[in-house]
């Protein structure tokens, strides 16, 4: 594996579309989004549901489920194509580079086999090393993910074990090989807030231990600005805004990541309302025409309903809105 | 006309309830307690829970999976029979009321909004049908087209239309479902919602749509509220009493600004640093250590004496008893022997953006 | 009066306009899609219609009425099918020994096999869901009683049980009223040995949509027990039970066959299916196969259809295969 070029960013999508065909049409469930994710970076996906992010992760590590097929655009991971690689040569880079965290830990875990097994098994795959080797890694990986009694608790079963304390092991699993990229979708959704917090702690100082780069795709803001470094908000299948996670959070530009933000109640702030985005996400079949946002926007002019905006540098921050495209239109808004 | 109240003064209360607690049986079958010589095995989900409701106000019930706060949204909406303790509507025992008459009046001033709006609504029903379903069944109007002309009200009420209602619930969004969860629980005009995590299932935007029209009806209707919920955020948004518990216990009441702003108890202070921190100040996060333990087993004492720094041995021991503090009550040794730092938790700066 | 028949016209505008809304989804629902995809399960379709068609209208399809003792001539006896030498036009597919068309007796004995595999299926379906219904709403000691007589029952293989009743109702009844009242034993003992599948599938559906909100919902409201089993369970636990049903009914028919086959089931007076290739039975050695086989093949092709739909509804209303 060469890692020269470092300017070259460790994960590379673009112009990623996946498609569902279905009896009644083809929906577009991820329609042309780019991004990239550096050494090291911790990149946050965030969107509501039906925004196409567990879609976008699921594509990235060839995992998507038929009838969903990428149908455009291409995911480059250390400067080589992955998206049209062969099944086993896929599985190997994903096994070897590309780690996984999923929701729900159970069904990321077997059952029938002990956690020690599990992670050994796994180990041995990747490297080189002895039986007993690899058993002592297991150990360390265990104890570093902060499961007590490691050594006890390796031989025991996943049902042995606390929805917190399984998803560490699920996140010692994925860490096995080392990988230079872990994907994390929804890794504390079903978890409760003190565990949540933990598990946002661990995962925080992993990244910086091993230096991976992390796509977190989740639905919880407050996940994000805790973890991420640069975060994409995504709306019906498209990226509307990306950039630091500082920017983003605090100083929104798309109208939809800041009604986003200010739907979320805080401690401490004393509103009477929440700011309230009217409708809902349009379902796949029914995406509208120009800018998908544009009937639940309050600053939704003539030139939204017609053509679709790109993303555009908006301060720190890259936005797709026309609201900040330098153009003269803008003064003759409507409403 | 928001007069602040001094919280002692609770004197219209809607809801009270008293020393409530609620045992589940999970033993294993009868078959296997003969042949293999297992015990009987109790679940204490709610242990001694005391607590009043003012008429139109909000009461929260926070705390994580386990801790028993589903379990008291039924059993006072009475869906579970409490083990023991007393529920008391205008002062009157909930229990008491045997006679069906009786019983079906107080059960229209009562209802329910569930959690998974996906399961809360009966698929083969139309909309419709599912909100005018509490009319029909306490005959509150008569006749097919007042009964129809009732639910497009309930329906425009609740931000839907009023064709809407002959629709089947799988063409609507989550968000909407649970606008006719909303809808349905409205339709016998009742006084008092238990919303047991009304919102946990639903985006965040959609959230925030439900808590607005939440509120606005409370305001409208002069509702009163039992809210649970597992987010701390959302409970500081739409409270005006909240209470915390852990692992089937109250530890700590009160009304929920001062609650917020100075809380006692350490789970509750746990739990209020384990919020992530989305206005970015950097504040340092104390990550919580530890798990709930199981609630057939709870630890002795005090049940978070295991998680708790400030954890002695009268906690190990001997459970403790409510205290009055400035916003309620607390129950905790270390409060009561003063072994606690008083802190303070600044008010967050004013928002900057907008 | 003229403010109820308004109400009443109302109420049946209503129903029609629901019953085409119905109507509409279901062609354009997932069902008639898969249906539409399938070729086998169209055939299977057909085949099932005609035969049901056919026992239905019987008098007026079959050519002969084999009941009817004047058109009977025993000179007519074993003639072969017609495209058999020795076949003679008048009957089709032959005659049996007594001189009666074998088509016109099929699809008369169709009717009989078909009429009492629905009603068998209907008693079984009727009894299993109820008993279900009780079992998985109520729970506790209702559940354990009727669970443990499941148990029991599952431990009788049908036969036997059909074989157990019909000899009970011949000996507790007078020997003549066998004559009228086989149909309601038959149905009575083939219903009997079906229902416990009906009954743990719609307890385990039921305990399921228990612990749903919905149910829970209308226990909030105040709906009494009784109601919300059958307005708010049952409908959503009738799909697996269509399912089971329509493959019932082809195990209902070839039970009938068998009872009937060994002779304790519908009398020869009447001939079903079954007892068509019993009484064939006899003739085959005797070069006159076509009596025994041609119902047999009927048998064989019905039970064939009829299994072959029940597959494709279970695979198509099972939302983990779509």
Same mark, same amino acid.
């Given at each position: 594996?060469?890692?020269?070029?470092?300017?070259?960013?460790?994960?590379?999508?673009?112009?990623?579309?996946?498609?569902?065909?279905?009896?009644?049409?083809?929906?577009?469930?991820?329609?042309?989004?780019?991004?990239?994710?550096?050494?090291?970076?911790?990149?946050?996906?965030?969107?509501?549901?039906?925004?196409?992010?567990?879609?976008?992760?699921?594509?990235?590590?060839?995992?998507?489920?038929?009838?969903?097929?990428?149908?455009?655009?291409?995911?480059?991971?250390?400067?080589?194509?992955?998206?049209?690689?062969?099944?086993?040569?896929?599985?190997?880079?994903?096994?070897?580079?590309?780690?996984?965290?999923? $929701?729900?830990?159970?069904?990321?875990?077997?059952?029938?086999?002990?956690?020690?097994?599990?992670?050994?098994?796994?180990?041995?795959?990747?490297?080189?090393?002895?039986?007993?080797?690899?058993?002592?890694?297991?150990?360390?990986?265990?104890?570093?993910?902060?499961?007590?009694?490691?050594?006890?608790?390796?031989? $025991?079963?996943?049902?042995?074990?606390?929805?917190?304390?399984?998803?560490?092991?699920?996140?010692?699993?994925?860490?096995?090989?080392?990988?230079?990229?872990?994907?994390?979708?929804?890794?504390?959704?079903?978890?409760?807030?003190?565990?949540?917090? $933990?598990?946002?702690?661990?995962?925080?100082?992993?990244?910086?231990?091993?230096?991976?780069?992390?796509?977190?795709?989740?639905?919880?803001?407050?996940?994000?600005?805790?973890?991420?470094?640069?975060?994409?908000?995504?709306?019906?299948?498209?990226?509307?805004?990306?950039?630091?996670?500082?920017?983003?959070?605090?100083?929104?530009?798309?109208?939809?990541?800041?009604?986003?933000?200010?739907?979320?109640?805080?401690?401490?702030?004393?509103?009477?309302?929440?700011?309230?985005?009217?409708?809902?996400?349009?379902?796949?079949?029914?995406?509208?025409?120009?800018?998908?946002?544009?009937?639940?926007?309050?600053?939704?002019?003539?030139?939204?309903?017609?053509?679709?905006?790109?993303?555009?540098?908006?301060?720190?921050?890259?936005?797709?809105?026309?609201?900040?495209?330098?153009?003269?239109?803008?003064?003759?808004?409507?409403? | 006309?928001?007069?602040?109240?001094?919280?002692?003064?609770?004197?219209?209360?809607?809801?009270?309830?008293?020393?409530?607690?609620?045992?589940?049986?999970?033993?294993?079958?009868?078959? %296997?307690?003969?042949? /293999?010589?297992?015990?009987?095995?109790?679940?204490?989900?709610?242990?001694?829970?005391?607590?009043?409701?003012?008429?139109?106000?909000?009461?929260?019930?926070?705390?994580?999976?386990?801790?028993?706060?589903?379990?008291?949204?039924?059993?006072?909406?009475?869906?579970? @029979?409490?083990?023991?303790?007393?529920?008391?509507?205008?002062?009157?025992?909930?229990?008491?009321?045997?006679?069906?008459?009786?019983?079906?009046?107080?059960?229209?001033?009562?209802?329910?909004?569930?959690?998974?709006?996906?399961?809360?609504?009966?698929?083969?029903?139309?909309?419709?049908?599912?909100?005018?379903?509490?009319?029909?069944?306490?005959?509150?109007?008569?006749?097919?087209?007042?009964?129809?002309?009732?639910?497009?009200?309930?329906?425009?009420?609740?931000?839907?239309?009023?064709?809407?209602?002959?629709?089947?619930?799988?063409?609507?969004?989550?968000?909407?479902?649970?606008?006719?969860?909303?809808?349905?629980?409205?339709?016998? %005009?009742?006084?008092?919602?238990?919303?047991?995590?009304?919102?946990?299932?639903?985006?965040?935007?959609?959230? @925030?749509?439900?808590? %607005?029209?939440?509120?606005?009806?409370?305001?409208?209707?002069?509702?009163?509220?039992?809210?649970?919920?597992?987010?701390?955020?959302?409970?500081?948004?739409?409270?005006?009493?909240?209470?915390?518990?852990?692992?089937?216990?109250?530890?700590?009441?009160?009304?929920?600004?001062?609650?917020?702003?100075?809380? /006692?108890?350490?789970?509750?202070?746990?739990?209020?640093? @384990?919020?992530?921190?989305?206005?970015?100040?950097?504040?340092?996060?104390?990550?919580?250590?530890?798990?709930?333990?199981?609630?057939?087993?709870?630890?002795?004492?005090?049940?978070?004496?295991?998680?708790?720094?400030?954890?002695?041995?009268?906690?190990?021991?001997?459970?403790?008893?409510?205290?009055?503090?400035?916003?309620?009550?607390?129950?905790?040794? @270390?409060?009561?022997?003063?072994?606690?730092?008083?802190?303070?938790?600044?008010?967050?700066?004013?928002?900057?953006?907008? | 009066?003229?403010?109820?028949?308004?109400?009443?016209?109302?109420?049946?505008?209503?129903?029609?306009?629901?019953?085409?809304?119905?109507?509409?989804?279901?062609?354009? *629902?997932?069902?008639?899609?898969?249906?539409?995809?399938?070729?086998?399960?169209?055939?299977?379709?057909?085949?099932?219609?005609?035969?049901?068609?056919?026992?239905?209208?019987?008098?007026?399809?079959?050519?002969?009425?084999?009941?009817?003792?004047?058109?009977?001539?025993?000179?007519?006896?074993?003639?072969?099918?017609?495209?058999?030498?020795?076949?003679?036009?008048?009957?089709?597919?032959?005659?049996?020994?007594?001189?009666?068309?074998?088509?016109?007796?099929?699809?008369?004995?169709?009717?009989?096999?078909?009429?009492?595999?629905?009603?068998?299926?209907?008693?079984?379906?009727?009894?299993?869901?109820?008993?279900?219904?009780?079992?998985?709403?109520?729970?506790?000691?209702?559940?354990?009683?009727? #669970?443990?007589?499941?148990?029991?029952?599952?431990?009788?293989?049908?036969?036997?049980?059909?074989?157990?009743?019909?000899? +009970?109702?011949?000996?507790?009844?007078?020997?003549?009223?066998?004559?009228?009242?086989?149909?309601?034993?038959?149905?009575?003992?083939?219903?009997?040995?079906?229902?416990?599948?009906?009954?743990?599938?719609?307890?385990?559906?039921? #305990?399921?949509?228990?612990?749903?909100?919905?149910?829970?919902?209308?226990?909030?409201?105040?709906?009494?027990? +009784?109601?919300?089993?059958?307005?708010?369970?049952?409908?959503?636990?009738?799909?697996?039970?269509?399912?089971?049903?329509?493959?019932?009914?082809?195990?209902?028919?070839?039970?009938?066959?068998?009872?009937?086959?060994?002779?304790?089931?519908?009398?020869?007076?009447?001939?079903?299916?079954?007892?068509?290739?019993?009484? *064939?039975?006899?003739?085959?050695?005797?070069?006159?196969?076509?009596?025994?086989?041609?119902?047999?093949?009927?048998?064989?092709?019905?039970?064939?259809?009829?299994?072959?739909?029940?597959?494709?509804?279970?695979?198509?209303?099972?939302?983990?295969?779509?």
């Amino acid at each position: 594996m060469s890692r020269t070029g470092t300017n070259q960013p460790l994960l590379q999508v673009e112009n990623l579309r996946v498609e569902i065909p279905g009896r009644r049409g083809t929906l577009v469930a991820v329609d042309d989004i780019s991004f990239a994710i550096g050494e090291g970076e911790v990149l946050g996906v965030v969107g509501e549901s039906g925004a196409g992010k567990s879609l976008t992760g699921a594509a990235v590590i060839g995992l998507l489920e038929p009838p969903c097929r990428i149908a455009g655009g291409q995911i480059l991971f250390d400067s080589r194509r992955i998206d049209n690689l062969p099944y086993e040569k896929l599985r190997r880079i994903r096994g070897r580079h590309i780690g996984m965290v999923f $929701q729900d830990p159970l069904t990321s875990l077997n059952p029938l086999y002990t956690v020690g097994r599990q992670l050994t098994e796994t180990i041995l795959t990747h490297s080189d090393l002895s039986e007993k080797g690899a058993r002592k890694r297991a150990l360390e990986l265990l104890q570093e993910v902060g499961i007590p009694a490691a050594e006890r608790r390796i031989d $025991q079963y996943p049902h042995e074990f606390s929805g917190g304390m399984r998803q560490r092991v699920v996140i010692a699993l994925a860490l096995c090989a080392s990988p230079r990229l872990i994907i994390a979708d929804e890794p504390t959704t079903a978890l409760d807030v003190s565990i949540q917090a $933990q598990i946002i702690t661990l995962l925080k100082r992993l990244c910086r231990d091993h230096g991976a780069a992390v796509m977190l795709v989740t639905h919880d803001m407050g996940v994000i600005a805790e973890t991420a470094d640069r975060v994409a908000v995504m709306y019906a299948g498209r990226i509307v805004e990306i950039g630091p996670v500082a920017d983003v959070v605090l100083r929104a530009r798309h109208p939809y990541t800041e009604g986003l933000m200010g739907s979320i109640p805080l401690v401490g702030h004393d509103v009477d309302r929440l700011t309230q985005i009217d409708g809902a996400m349009p379902r796949l079949n029914a995406i509208p025409a120009g800018c998908a946002f544009n009937p639940r926007c309050p600053k939704a002019f003539e030139r939204c309903r017609q053509a679709r905006p790109e993303l555009e540098t908006v301060e720190a921050t890259e936005a797709a809105c026309w609201l900040y495209e330098e153009a003269p239109e803008r003064s003759g808004t409507d409403g | 006309m928001a007069e602040a109240r001094p919280v002692q003064a609770v004197d219209d209360v809607l809801v009270e309830v008293e020393g409530l607690a609620k045992l589940f049986d999970v033993s294993p079958p009868l078959l %296997n307690r003969l042949l /293999q010589g297992q015990k009987r095995v109790l679940l204490t989900a709610v242990d001694d829970v005391s607590f009043k409701i003012p008429r139109g106000k909000t009461f929260s019930l926070v705390g994580e999976s386990g801790c028993g706060k589903s379990t008291v949204a039924r059993l006072v909406v009475g869906l579970h @029979a409490a083990t023991r303790g007393r529920i008391l509507f205008e002062g009157a025992d909930m229990a008491g009321v045997t006679e069906r008459a009786e019983a079906a009046a107080l059960r229209k001033r009562l209802q329910m909004i569930f959690q998974d709006p996906y399961a809360s609504l009966n698929p083969r029903w139309r909309v419709s049908d599912i909100i005018a379903e509490p009319i029909r069944a306490h005959k509150l109007i008569d006749g097919r087209r007042a009964i129809a002309a009732r639910v497009g009200e309930l329906l425009e009420q609740v931000g839907l239309a009023a064709a809407d209602g002959e629709k089947f619930p799988h063409e609507f969004s989550g968000g909407q479902r649970q606008r006719i969860s909303i809808a349905r629980a409205l339709a016998s %005009n009742p006084e008092f919602l238990v919303c047991d995590e009304p919102t946990s299932a639903l985006d965040v935007s959609v959230q @925030a749509q439900i808590l %607005n029209l939440m509120k606005a009806l409370q305001r409208e209707l002069g509702l009163t509220y039992l809210f649970i919920s597992h987010d701390l955020a959302v409970v500081y948004h739409i409270s005006d009493y909240v209470g915390v518990m852990y692992l089937g216990r109250l530890v700590e009441w009160g009304e929920a600004k001062a609650l917020f702003r100075r809380p /006692q108890h350490p789970y509750t202070r746990m739990l209020l640093d @384990a919020i992530p921190d989305l206005e970015m100040t950097g504040r340092p996060r104390i990550p919580v250590a530890g798990e709930v333990p199981s609630p057939i087993a709870p630890p002795s004492g005090c049940h978070f004496h295991p998680r708790c720094p400030f954890a002695e041995e009268r906690c190990r021991r001997e459970a403790p008893q409510p205290l009055a503090t400035a916003a309620g009550e607390v129950s905790c040794h @270390a409060v009561a022997e003063g072994r606690l730092p008083e802190v303070e938790r600044a008010a967050p700066p004013a928002a900057t953006e907008t | 009066m003229a403010v109820g028949e308004n109400q009443q016209a109302g109420v049946r505008r209503g129903f029609a306009t629901h019953l085409a809304d119905g109507v509409r989804r279901f062609f354009h *629902g997932d069902l008639w899609h898969s249906f539409t995809r399938s070729p086998v399960v169209m055939v299977s379709a057909v085949i099932t219609v005609v035969f049901v068609a056919s026992a239905i209208f019987a008098p007026l399809v079959a050519p002969y009425d084999p009941f009817d003792l004047a058109s009977i001539d025993l000179l007519d006896s074993e003639i072969p099918p017609i495209w058999i030498e020795g076949g003679d036009p008048r009957f089709l597919l032959g005659t049996d020994d007594q001189g009666r068309g074998i088509l016109s007796t099929m699809i008369y004995g169709a009717r009989i096999s078909l009429g009492v595999g629905f009603a068998s299926v209907l008693f079984a379906m009727v009894l299993g869901v109820g008993l279900g219904l009780l079992s998985g709403y109520l729970g506790g000691t209702v559940d354990a009683i009727i #669970m443990r007589i499941a148990d029991v029952q599952l431990t009788f293989p049908a036969i036997l049980i059909a074989l157990l009743i019909d000899g +009970l109702s011949r000996t507790v009844l007078p020997r003549d009223l066998h004559g009228e009242i086989w149909f309601y034993v038959l149905v009575l003992a083939i219903g009997l040995s079906f229902w416990v599948q009906y009954a743990r599938t719609v307890r385990g559906s039921a #305990m399921v949509e228990r612990s749903k909100e919905y149910v829970q919902a209308a226990q909030v409201i105040g709906i009494p027990p +009784l109601l919300i089993m059958l307005r708010h369970v049952l409908p959503n636990v009738m799909g697996p039970v269509l399912v089971i049903a329509t493959i019932n009914l082809a195990i209902a028919v070839i039970t009938e066959a068998t009872l009937s086959f060994l002779g304790v089931g519908v009398p020869p007076t009447s001939p079903s299916l079954g007892t068509l290739i019993r009484v *064939g039975n006899d003739f085959l050695f005797s070069g006159s196969w076509w009596i025994t086989i041609f119902p047999g093949a009927a048998l064989a092709i019905l039970v064939l259809a009829v299994n072959l739909l029940g597959d494709w509804l279970r695979d198509a209303l099972n939302p983990k295969l779509r």
